[in-house]
Every structure is written in structure tokens, then in C-alpha cells.
């Protein structure tokens, strides 16, 4: 397993790289943004400045060499300055982190916790119309825009402000059941997608599994029916749920963006949402490069995940 | 289960099962919303109930009533929540399948060349891909209108990059498991080109997968633009996308709920009918359509 | 000690069908045989030819929409298997009749450690707590030739070669001394070396613990080798039943007569390999007559339009076997056999 761990994070190497020289040359596109960063977005400069400028601040080198500079300064925790604010990036980030991690791991909670039951209740029971019932209710739950939901919320809970977070942020550690009862319709907003995709792969994956033969070799055994299906059925036909849950989990970020918004939370996709509107692209490469960090250490846990449970991933394959 | 009862024990008889029929209407049932939607934007190029930029402030947010000739009501300058919607729909359709059509193709191209060439270029590709595939869609869609800036053409290319490695990897999949297939080899050895070998054998088989995915891709353009449109960053305003129209009823839509609510509603409808068309496409193409009730 | 008189299973004129959308699928049509104690008793026939089925009936295995369990009677130690309740024929299942299956690889659990996939069969049947039935799980994978037993107990599926796990798989359906072990291709997956270890590993517990064996196969060669009365399926229903040597020796329907004569030998020199021509039938549209008529060289008028009568051809003078046998045939050919005469195929 520890050869496992240790592979795989090499391999996140040239991914995060790639991810990386993506985000620094896409700002770069944005004409006068490499200037805009040492100036600020008020000044404005005849190309001869320009060019002037561009030899003092040493941004007349060769590309790759402003990229392998702006790597180190990265590596060392620099991640530049807000154009708005004058202060560190990286800082700024940190501090608004937790709500939107908080976000987006309660919404894949609500999310497993809603869909993996339902799935399995829709395999195990064998009922067509609750076959049809599920699919269109996974359909519909796929089809729902998470903003739109999440504008119904505001609307239907507007009597119960408990409920509704708008532009307060109480954190787990200070209260935790104020905090969950904030972050429930928001994360539910968030999540019910997901929710839908994993009660439609759960009971697909739980259907085929069903029809293994090691489930027959089960029954053959003589094995009660419930410890069939929870020690035998359950942990092969979850390996699916798990890869899909994982790399849906970017829909999830994107959806706290927006969500953010709806709510007026103030996390990290409020806050590149302003960095946007206001052209501060420090802060923008920065908040950029750290979701995608989170997506692909998500991505990697689920990895994880899976080899913890399947000893195929995990383990050499010896013949004797 | 299957292994118990061989083919030939089975006649080969077409016989309609009630699931088929019901595996069959579901896309059949998608592709009518579809339709419907299309019409609507047909329609729209030559007729609307009310102007939709015409901003009437007397009569703002009015409620949906039949009276006064505004059937979703008005939003809070006045202007009729229908005719937009309509107008919205072209604009979402468009932005929607050009993104699907250009992500598509690329991605598409993209994966054919990784899985027939193989080695290096494989995996060149596809770390490209896996490079693309660690943002997510919306991050990087916003990521793309930051840089190019907000116009609705650059909507297009924000959703349509993120398509890219989805394609890619399907396309690729489905090469991947054809290319060492017996009747392939033997059709090099047999001195077929490669390009004869792409087109006659390949092709075909990734017809079907293509299409399941652009269906269901196209349903997430649509959330996609709606969401850019609701965040300020795709069609901007006074042009009317359902996305926007969301941002904006946002002030009001406690006092004004059908500023919300229909917007959303037809959002959610087309996206419910490309998914629909998608899921029941890609049940057709499932090879375990064994007729064992 | 082994009572060979004794029948420890009886299946009577057993039908499972299956219902499906083109209609139903005759699989197993009138099926009647006995296994006795210690006995080895081999189903040979082709795929479709209603062998598994019929054994995983003997279990109720069969997923019951859409099989059905149409007719007869299993018979098993004084009850109808067929119609006992869930929680007897749970105790039956591992307890004292098991089943292996073809493929070892599919078969296990690739998640489960092995030595978890053999103690729940112990004390499911059996109250152990985990340290005794751990102990018994490493005496079974050595009784069953797995060297280093102990160290591979904490090893997943996957990491055995396709023998060994066959060998675990059989440690599992003995490990609680059934009466009757249903063996179901047990070797068709694997390679011919291993095959015979494993079909002397079986015929070994077999005498050992005077434990009885159905071993399905579709490999004439194996048949000959290991089992004590040998019947042939056809199209769901038994067409030929005897001892060993006596159905090599004087096999009598059409279809065993094809079945001997695929099979290449050494010491003939032919041109061409036999194969029987034509293919088996659509279990759906079943006639009303002989279900290999089509196929048979030796068909009479009578055989399309009628089902042949069963034949007790009274051989026992000839070949002795501690297990009580007939030779029995399904065949028109041989329904006046008061002509017939040992080797005269008339």
C-alpha cells in the first residue's frame, strides 16, 4: 500500500505542474495584466513606459523564466499580492478556505448519505415502480440548477431565517450546531446533484453485482440473505460510487462558487468571483490554483479510497 | 444469469418487452421537450408576446395573470417574463451546442489520434487531458471568461475547453477497445491503409458513445451558461438568458417569486430533456438488452 | 462405513424452467437419478444441455422470477428439498450438500481474504468462535494441498494461481463434512496438468470421508477416469444412464455413440476428426418427439413424433459395481429390448 501512496503521488507531479504553467500563462494572455500587477489597475502607460517598465520589473525576460520564477516564489508560499488590497494573496485565501471546504465535504456527505441508501433500497427491492421512480427522480435531480434550488430555498424558508445563512458565517468550531444548521440548505443546494448520480450509479452497480458469481458462491454457502448483500455485494458494487463521488466532487467546487453567491457567504468562490469583477488577477491565479489543488487532492484521496477497499489496486499479483 | 441459458436455446425473434418500450420512450419522451424548445425558438424569430428589452416600469413585477397579457408576469422593469424566456432560449441553445460542437470535435480528434497512434502521442495527450480534467468545469469556464473577457462568444470557448479531455476520453476508450480486435488485424495484413482501416472500422463504433455524451454534455452547457450568465460572466444584460434573469430577480424574488421561478423552470426542463434523450440513448445501446424479463 | 445401497439423494422427474420474453426455456425437463452414498456420479452433455441447472436446482439456487421450479421432487435425506423453508434449505447449502463452481476466479470474492471467505462458512454452520474456526480453516487449506498454509490465509483471490484457488474453493464446500459435494466443471477452466490434480484431490476426499460427488462435465476423458455411473444429458432430460465401463463399452443411444466417437484417439488413424452434425435444439419450441432426431443417424418414423419411453437395459452381470445400477436408455431404438442382446446396436 505504501508503494501504492508513494506512486501515485509522484504522479501528481507533472499533473500539478501542468496545472500550474496552465493558470500563469492564461493570466498572462490578459494584455497589460503582467504590467497591472506591479502597478495596480489605476495607472496607464504609452507602450514606450511600458517597455521601460517592463525592463525594471525584469518582466523582459523569456517566458519560461518569468514561469520557473514565479514557480519558486510559489513553492516558498508566495503567491503574489492583491492588486485591490496591496496585501498577500496566499493569506487572504487561507482565512476564507474553511467555509468552502466546509461547503463542499457537507454537501458530498449529504450527498453519499442520501443517494448510496436509495440506490441500494432501488437494486435490493424488486419493484418496477420504484425502478421508475428512482430514475426519474435521479434525472430530475441531475437537471436542477444548483442556483436556481437555491433561489427556491431563499424563497421558501424566508420565514425562517435560522435557516438561511445570508452573509453569515458562524464557524463549526465556534458552534457547531448553529454552523450545520447555516450550512444545510447551502450545502444541500449544492449537493442534491451529486446525490442523483451516485443513487443512479449505487443501484446499477449494486444490480450488476448481484449477478456475480461469487454472490452465488455466497448463497451457496448457505449465508444469510443480509449478510450476503452487506459483506459480499455492498463493498464491490461501492468501488464505482467511490471513482464517480470523486471526480464529481469538481462539480461540487464549482457549485459552492455559485452558491456563495446566492447566499452571500463569504468563502473563496466569493471571493474570485470579486477578483474577477475587479480585475485583480493575483488573486485570481491564486484562488484558481488552490481549487484545483483541493480538486486533485480529492481526486487522490479517492484513489486512496478505492485501494484501501479493492486489494487488486493495492497489491502485487504473485503466483504460486 | 446469462450463462445459464446459451443463444441458441433462445429463438431470435423480435418481441417487445415492456421495458424495452419503456427504455425506448424515455429518449422518445427527451427528444420531445427538445423539440418543443426548438419550436419555441422558431417561433421566437418571428413573433414574441411582448418586446423583451422593452422596459415598462408601471407595470413592473406584476403577477403572472392572464389579463393583462403577460402569462409569467414581469420582472422589476417591467418587461414581459415569457417573451424573455423565449428570447433567452435561443441565445442558451446557441451558446450550448456550439460549445458541445466545438469541445466535442476537438476532444473527439483529439482522443481518435491518442488511441489509434498509441505510445508517446497517447500519452502526451492524455496527460493534457488529465491537466484539463483537474478543474472544475465551472472554475475553469469562469477562469476562461476572466481572461478573454465577457462576451457571449467567449462563453462558447469557456464552456467548450472543458469538454475537450470528456470527449477525448471516450473517443479514445472506444478506439482503444476496437483497435485490437481480431478483424482489425487482419485488415492490415490484408494491406488495408490506415486511414481505410479509420474510417470503415473505427468510425462506426464510436458513433453511438459520441452521441450519448454530447447529449448529456449538452445538458450540462446549459447549466453552465446559466450559471456564467447568473454570476454577471456570460450574456450580459439587458440581453435576457435564464441565468441572468435569475441574478437579477434576486432582489425582488421574495416579494416576486415567478421572477425565479420560471426562469429556473425552463432552465431545468431542456436540461431534463437532453438528459432524458442521453440516458435513453445510451440504454438502446446497452448490449445487455437480453429480453429476460 | 459407506452403505452403497444407500441413496442419500433422490431427484424425481425434476422441471425448471424459465420464463423469458420469447417464451418458456425448457432447461431441465423430466429429470429422475439417485446418488448414493460415496458415490461419483457424472452429468456429461453439451452446454445447454441442462447439467448445471439440474444441479443448481438440487440447491434452489435458481433466481425464482425467472425460474421456476416446475415439477418433481429433490429428495434429500427424507425431505423435498423444493419445498422446504428458507431456513432449511440454508442449512443444507454448505452444511450437507456443497457446490463448486467452474470458474475459481469469479467465484470468490476478490475483496474478501480467503481466510475470512472460509470461516463464515464454518460458523455459519457450525457455532466456533473465530480462533477455532481460523484453526479449522488452515487444516482444510493444508487437507486440500496448499502449502504454507497459514501465511496464505491472510492472501486475497487474486493472488493465487487458478488451481490453488479451485483447492480453496474446495476447502470451503468441505468444511463442514457435507454428504455430497456438487462439482460443476470444477476443472474446464483450468489447465490440463492441474486438472487431474484436482480431480484426484476431489476423488481423494471422496473416499476419505465417504462423501458422494456429482461431477458435471462435458469432458468424456474425465468422466472415465473419476466416476462410478455416468448419465448423459440432452435438451434437458437424461438420455443414457449406466456404470462407467459399461456406458464406454456398450454405449447405446445415438447421441453417446456420437459423443465416444468425437473424441480423437490415439490408436485410431483417421483423416478426419468426428463431430456430430447439426446443433442442439431451441429449449423454447421443444417438439413432441426426440429432442436429437434431427441430429441422429439412426432415426425412426416414430422418433419426431413421440418422446422414446426409458429402457432398462439389465447389464449387472457383466460389470460389477458396489453401486446399484441399470443401464438405462431413452431411445426408440431400444424399447423392444427383450431382443437385445449386449453389443448388438440393432
Same mark, same amino acid.
Given at each position: 500500500?505504501?508503494?501504492?501512496?508513494?506512486?501515485?503521488?509522484?504522479?501528481?507531479? &507533472?499533473? %500539478?505542474?501542468? *496545472?500550474?504553467? +496552465?493558470?500563469?500563462? #492564461?493570466?498572462?494572455?490578459? =494584455?497589460?495584466?503582467? $504590467?497591472?500587477?506591479?502597478?495596480?489597475?489605476?495607472?496607464?502607460?504609452?507602450?514606450?513606459?511600458?517597455?521601460?517598465?517592463?525592463?525594471?520589473?525584469?518582466?523582459?525576460?523569456?517566458?519560461?523564466?518569468?514561469?520557473?520564477?514565479?514557480?519558486?516564489?510559489?513553492?516558498?508560499?508566495?503567491?503574489?499580492?492583491?492588486?485591490?488590497?496591496?496585501?498577500?494573496?496566499?493569506?487572504?485565501?487561507?482565512?476564507?478556505?474553511?467555509?468552502?471546504?466546509?461547503?463542499?465535504?457537507?454537501?458530498?456527505?449529504?450527498?453519499?448519505?442520501?443517494?448510496?441508501?436509495?440506490?441500494?433500497?432501488?437494486?435490493?427491492?424488486?419493484? &418496477?415502480? %420504484?425502478?421508475? *421512480?428512482?430514475? +426519474?427522480?435521479?434525472? #430530475?435531480?441531475?437537471?436542477? =440548477?444548483?442556483?436556481? $434550488?437555491?433561489?427556491?430555498?431563499?424563497?421558501?424558508?424566508?420565514?425562517?431565517?435560522?435557516?438561511?445563512?445570508?452573509?453569515?458565517?458562524?464557524?463549526?468550531?465556534?458552534?457547531?450546531?448553529?454552523?450545520?444548521?447555516?450550512?444545510?440548505?447551502?450545502?444541500?443546494?449544492?449537493?442534491?446533484?451529486?446525490?442523483?448520480?451516485?443513487?443512479?450509479?449505487?443501484?446499477?452497480?449494486?444490480?450488476?453485482?448481484?449477478?456475480?458469481?461469487?454472490?452465488?458462491?455466497?448463497?451457496?454457502?448457505?449465508?444469510?440473505?443480509?449478510?450476503?448483500?452487506?459483506?459480499?455485494?455492498?463493498?464491490?458494487?461501492?468501488?464505482?460510487?467511490?471513482?464517480?463521488?470523486?471526480?464529481?466532487?469538481?462539480?461540487?467546487?464549482?457549485?459552492?462558487?455559485?452558491?456563495?453567491?446566492?447566499?452571500?457567504?463569504?468563502?473563496?468562490?466569493?471571493?474570485?468571483?470579486?477578483?474577477?469583477?475587479?480585475?485583480?488577477?493575483?488573486?485570481?491565479?491564486?484562488?484558481?490554483?488552490?481549487?484545483?489543488?483541493?480538486?486533485?487532492?480529492?481526486?487522490?484521496?479517492?484513489?486512496?479510497?478505492?485501494?484501501?477497499?479493492?486489494?487488486?489496486?493495492?497489491?502485487?499479483?504473485?503466483?504460486? | 444469469?446469462?450463462?445459464?441459458?446459451?443463444?441458441?436455446?433462445?429463438?431470435?425473434?423480435?418481441?417487445?418487452?415492456?421495458?424495452?418500450?419503456?427504455?425506448?420512450?424515455?429518449?422518445?419522451?427527451?427528444?420531445?421537450?427538445?423539440?418543443?424548445?426548438?419550436?419555441?425558438?422558431?417561433?421566437?424569430?418571428?413573433?414574441?408576446?411582448?418586446?423583451?428589452?422593452?422596459?415598462?416600469?408601471?407595470?413592473?413585477?406584476?403577477?403572472?395573470?392572464?389579463?393583462?397579457?403577460?402569462?409569467?408576469?414581469?420582472?422589476?422593469?417591467?418587461?414581459?417574463?415569457?417573451?424573455?424566456?423565449?428570447?433567452?432560449?435561443?441565445?442558451?441553445?446557441?451558446?450550448?451546442?456550439?460549445?458541445?460542437?466545438?469541445?466535442?470535435?476537438?476532444?473527439?480528434?483529439?482522443?481518435?489520434?491518442?488511441?489509434?497512434?498509441?505510445?508517446?502521442?497517447?500519452?502526451?495527450?492524455?496527460?493534457?487531458?488529465?491537466?484539463?480534467?483537474?478543474?472544475?468545469?465551472?472554475?475553469?469556464?469562469?477562469?476562461?471568461?476572466?481572461?478573454?473577457?465577457?462576451?457571449?462568444?467567449?462563453?462558447?470557448?469557456?464552456?467548450?475547453?472543458?469538454?475537450?479531455?470528456?470527449?477525448?476520453?471516450?473517443?479514445?476508450?472506444?478506439?482503444?477497445?476496437?483497435?485490437?480486435?481480431?478483424?482489425?488485424?487482419?485488415?492490415?495484413?490484408?494491406?488495408?491503409?490506415?486511414?481505410?482501416?479509420?474510417?470503415?472500422?473505427?468510425?462506426?463504433?464510436?458513433?453511438?458513445?459520441?452521441?450519448?455524451?454530447?447529449?448529456?454534455?449538452?445538458?450540462?452547457?446549459?447549466?453552465?451558461?446559466?450559471?456564467?450568465?447568473?454570476?454577471?460572466?456570460?450574456?450580459?444584460?439587458?440581453?435576457?438568458?435564464?441565468?441572468?434573469?435569475?441574478?437579477?430577480?434576486?432582489?425582488?424574488?421574495?416579494?416576486?417569486?415567478?421572477?425565479?421561478?420560471?426562469?429556473?423552470?425552463?432552465?431545468?426542463?431542456?436540461?431534463?430533456?437532453?438528459?432524458?434523450?442521453?440516458?435513453?440513448?445510451?440504454?438502446?445501446?446497452?448490449?445487455?438488452?437480453?429480453?429476460?424479463? | 462405513?459407506?452403505?452403497?445401497?444407500?441413496?442419500?439423494?433422490?431427484?424425481?422427474?425434476?422441471?425448471?424452467?424459465?420464463?423469458?420474453?420469447?417464451?418458456?426455456?425448457?432447461?431441465?425437463?423430466?429429470?429422475?437419478?439417485?446418488?448414493?452414498?460415496?458415490?461419483?456420479?457424472?452429468?456429461?452433455?453439451?452446454?445447454?444441455?441442462?447439467?448445471?441447472?439440474?444441479?443448481?436446482?438440487?440447491?434452489?439456487?435458481?433466481?425464482?422470477?425467472?425460474?421456476?421450479?416446475?415439477?418433481?421432487?429433490?429428495?434429500?435425506?427424507?425431505?423435498?428439498?423444493?419445498?422446504?423453508?428458507?431456513?432449511?434449505?440454508?442449512?443444507?447449502?454448505?452444511?450437507?450438500?456443497?457446490?463448486?463452481?467452474?470458474?475459481?476466479?469469479?467465484?470468490?470474492?476478490?475483496?474478501?481474504?480467503?481466510?475470512?471467505?472460509?470461516?463464515?462458512?464454518?460458523?455459519?454452520?457450525?457455532?466456533?468462535?473465530?480462533?477455532?474456526?481460523?484453526?479449522?480453516?488452515?487444516?482444510?487449506?493444508?487437507?486440500?494441498?496448499?502449502?504454507?498454509?497459514?501465511?496464505?490465509?491472510?492472501?486475497?483471490?487474486?493472488?493465487?494461481?487458478?488451481?490453488?484457488?479451485?483447492?480453496?474453493?474446495?476447502?470451503?464446500?468441505?468444511?463442514?463434512?457435507?454428504?455430497?459435494?456438487?462439482?460443476?466443471?470444477?476443472?474446464?477452466?483450468?489447465?490440463?496438468?492441474?486438472?487431474?490434480?484436482?480431480?484426484?484431490?476431489?476423488?481423494?476426499?471422496?473416499?476419505?470421508?465417504?462423501?458422494?460427488?456429482?461431477?458435471?462435465?462435458?469432458?468424456?476423458?474425465?468422466?472415465?477416469?473419476?466416476?462410478?455411473?455416468?448419465?448423459?444429458?440432452?435438451?434437458?432430460?437424461?438420455?443414457?444412464?449406466?456404470?462407467?465401463?459399461?456406458?464406454?463399452?456398450n454405449s447405446l443411444h445415438p447421441y453417446t455413440i456420437g459423443l465416444l466417437s468425437s473424441v480423437p484417439r490415439i490408436d485410431e488413424a483417421k483423416t478426419r476428426l468426428y463431430s456430430i452434425p447439426g446443433s442442439p435444439p431451441n429449449l423454447i419450441d421443444l417438439s413432441e418427439g426426440c429432442p436429437f432426431e434431427p441430429r441422429c443417424q439412426q432415426r425412426l418414423p416414430i422418433c419426431s413424433r413421440q418422446y422414446p419411453e426409458q429402457s432398462v437395459i439389465d447389464n449387472s452381470v457383466m460389470f460389477s459395481t458396489p453401486f446399484p445400477s441399470t443401464h438405462l436408455v431413452r431411445c426408440w431404438l431400444y424399447t423392444d429390448h427383450e431382443n437385445l442382446q449386449k453389443g448388438d446396436n440393432s
Open positions: 500500500m505504501a508503494r501504492y501512496i508513494f506512486r501515485r503521488l509522484l504522479s501528481l507531479i &507533472p499533473v %500539478l505542474l501542468g *496545472v500550474s504553467i +496552465i493558470v500563469f500563462f #492564461l493570466v498572462r494572455l490578459i =494584455p497589460g495584466s503582467a $504590467l497591472q500587477m506591479y502597478l495596480g489597475t489605476q495607472v496607464e502607460a504609452t507602450p514606450e513606459q511600458m517597455e521601460e517598465l517592463r525592463r525594471i520589473f525584469g518582466e523582459d525576460k523569456p517566458i519560461p523564466v518569468l514561469y520557473i520564477e514565479w514557480l519558486g516564489r510559489l513553492l516558498h508560499g508566495d503567491l503574489g499580492y492583491s492588486l485591490r488590497t496591496g496585501r498577500q494573496v496566499l493569506p487572504d485565501i487561507l482565512q476564507r478556505l474553511p467555509l468552502s471546504f466546509e461547503l463542499t465535504v457537507f454537501a458530498l456527505f449529504l450527498a453519499l448519505l442520501i443517494g448510496i441508501p436509495l440506490g441500494i433500497i432501488g437494486a435490493v427491492k424488486k419493484n &418496477p415502480i %420504484l425502478d421508475i *421512480v428512482i430514475r +426519474i427522480t435521479g434525472l #430530475l435531480g441531475l437537471s436542477l =440548477p444548483q442556483f436556481w $434550488l437555491a433561489s427556491l430555498m431563499v424563497i421558501a424558508f424566508s420565514s425562517f431565517r435560522g435557516f438561511i445563512p445570508m452573509g453569515n458565517y458562524i464557524p463549526f468550531i465556534q458552534a457547531p450546531l448553529e454552523n450545520i444548521r447555516m450550512m444545510l440548505l447551502p450545502s444541500l443546494a449544492i449537493g442534491i446533484g451529486l446525490a442523483a448520480v451516485i443513487m443512479r450509479y449505487m443501484r446499477n452497480s449494486m444490480l450488476e453485482v448481484m449477478q456475480m458469481d461469487y454472490i452465488r458462491t455466497a448463497q451457496a454457502k448457505g449465508l444469510k440473505r443480509k449478510i450476503v448483500i452487506s459483506r459480499h455485494a455492498l463493498k464491490n458494487a461501492i468501488l464505482p460510487v467511490i471513482t464517480i463521488a470523486g471526480f464529481n466532487t469538481g462539480y461540487l467546487l464549482g457549485g459552492a462558487i455559485v452558491i456563495e453567491e446566492v447566499f452571500a457567504l463569504p468563502g473563496m468562490g466569493r471571493l474570485v468571483l470579486y477578483a474577477i469583477y475587479q480585475r485583480d488577477y493575483p488573486l485570481i491565479q491564486g484562488i484558481v490554483l488552490i481549487i484545483a489543488l483541493m480538486f486533485v487532492l480529492i481526486n487522490l484521496l479517492t484513489d486512496l479510497l478505492y485501494a484501501a477497499i479493492d486489494p487488486r489496486i493495492r497489491l502485487d499479483q504473485k503466483e504460486t | 444469469m446469462q450463462q445459464l441459458i446459451p443463444e441458441f436455446a433462445l429463438t431470435k425473434r423480435r418481441h417487445e418487452s415492456m421495458s424495452r418500450i419503456f427504455k425506448n420512450s424515455i429518449a422518445v419522451i427527451g427528444m420531445c421537450i427538445i423539440l418543443f424548445y426548438v419550436l419555441v425558438i422558431v417561433v421566437s424569430q418571428f413573433w414574441l408576446p411582448f418586446d423583451p428589452l422593452d422596459m415598462d416600469t408601471i407595470n413592473m413585477l406584476q403577477p403572472p395573470s392572464f389579463e393583462t397579457g403577460h402569462v409569467l408576469g414581469t420582472d422589476e422593469f417591467g418587461r414581459d417574463i415569457l417573451s424573455r424566456i423565449m428570447k433567452g432560449a435561443g441565445i442558451s441553445f446557441l451558446i450550448s451546442i456550439s460549445a458541445t460542437a466545438l469541445g466535442g470535435f476537438i476532444g473527439t480528434f483529439m482522443g481518435i489520434w491518442s488511441g489509434f497512434l498509441g505510445g508517446a502521442w497517447d500519452n502526451w495527450i492524455m496527460r493534457l487531458a488529465d491537466i484539463l480534467f483537474s478543474f472544475p468545469s465551472l472554475l475553469l469556464a469562469i477562469f476562461v471568461m476572466a481572461v478573454l473577457g465577457e462576451h457571449t462568444y467567449n462563453v462558447i470557448i469557456a464552456i467548450s475547453i472543458g469538454y475537450i479531455p470528456q470527449f477525448a476520453r471516450i473517443a479514445r476508450g472506444s478506439i482503444l477497445s476496437i483497435k485490437n480486435n481480431e478483424f482489425i488485424r487482419a485488415s492490415f495484413a490484408s494491406g488495408a491503409s490506415r486511414s481505410h482501416i479509420l474510417i470503415h472500422h473505427l468510425l462506426p463504433n464510436i458513433i453511438m458513445p459520441i452521441i450519448v455524451q454530447s447529449s448529456l454534455s449538452l445538458s450540462v452547457a446549459i447549466l453552465l451558461e446559466s450559471a456564467l450568465s447568473f454570476l454577471g460572466l456570460g450574456v450580459q444584460p439587458p440581453y435576457p438568458s435564464w441565468g441572468n434573469m435569475l441574478s437579477s430577480s434576486r432582489k425582488v424574488m421574495i416579494l416576486a417569486p415567478w421572477t425565479a421561478i420560471y426562469p429556473g423552470l425552463a432552465i431545468m426542463l431542456l436540461v431534463l430533456g437532453f438528459n432524458l434523450l442521453g440516458d435513453g440513448l445510451r440504454d438502446i445501446m446497452d448490449p445487455r438488452l437480453r429480453n429476460i424479463q | 462405513m459407506r452403505d452403497a445401497s444407500k441413496p442419500i439423494l433422490k431427484i424425481e422427474n425434476l422441471k425448471t424452467w424459465f420464463k423469458t420474453n420469447q417464451g418458456t426455456v425448457k432447461a431441465v425437463d423430466g429429470v429422475s437419478f439417485d446418488v448414493h452414498e460415496g458415490e461419483i456420479f457424472g452429468i456429461v452433455g453439451e452446454s445447454g444441455s441442462g447439467k448445471s441447472v439440474t444441479n443448481l436446482s438440487v440447491l434452489r439456487l435458481i433466481p425464482v422470477p425467472p425460474g421456476v421450479y416446475a415439477e418433481g421432487k429433490i429428495v434429500f435425506r427424507g425431505k423435498d428439498l423444493l419445498k422446504v423453508s428458507e431456513e432449511e434449505i440454508r442449512m443444507v447449502r454448505g452444511g450437507s450438500i456443497s457446490m463448486i463452481f467452474q470458474d475459481p476466479l469469479t467465484s470468490l470474492n476478490p475483496l474478501l481474504k480467503i481466510s475470512l471467505q472460509i470461516e463464515e462458512a464454518l460458523q455459519q454452520h457450525h457455532s466456533m468462535n473465530k480462533k477455532e474456526a481460523r484453526q479449522k480453516a488452515i487444516e482444510l487449506l493444508r487437507a486440500v494441498g496448499i502449502p504454507d498454509a497459514e501465511r496464505r490465509m491472510n492472501d486475497y483471490p487474486h493472488q493465487f494461481s487458478g488451481g490453488m484457488r479451485q483447492r480453496v474453493m474446495i476447502a470451503i464446500a468441505i468444511g463442514c463434512n457435507p454428504d455430497l459435494l456438487i462439482a460443476d466443471e470444477p476443472t474446464t477452466a483450468l489447465d490440463v496438468t492441474i486438472q487431474a490434480q484436482i480431480l484426484d484431490l476431489i476423488k481423494s476426499l471422496s473416499d476419505k470421508k465417504t462423501m458422494a460427488v456429482i461431477l458435471i462435465t462435458h469432458d468424456l476423458g474425465v468422466v472415465a477416469g473419476m466416476c462410478d455411473t455416468v448419465c448423459v444429458m440432452y435438451a434437458g432430460r437424461i438420455v443414457e444412464q449406466a456404470p462407467v465401463d459399461e456406458l464406454f463399452a
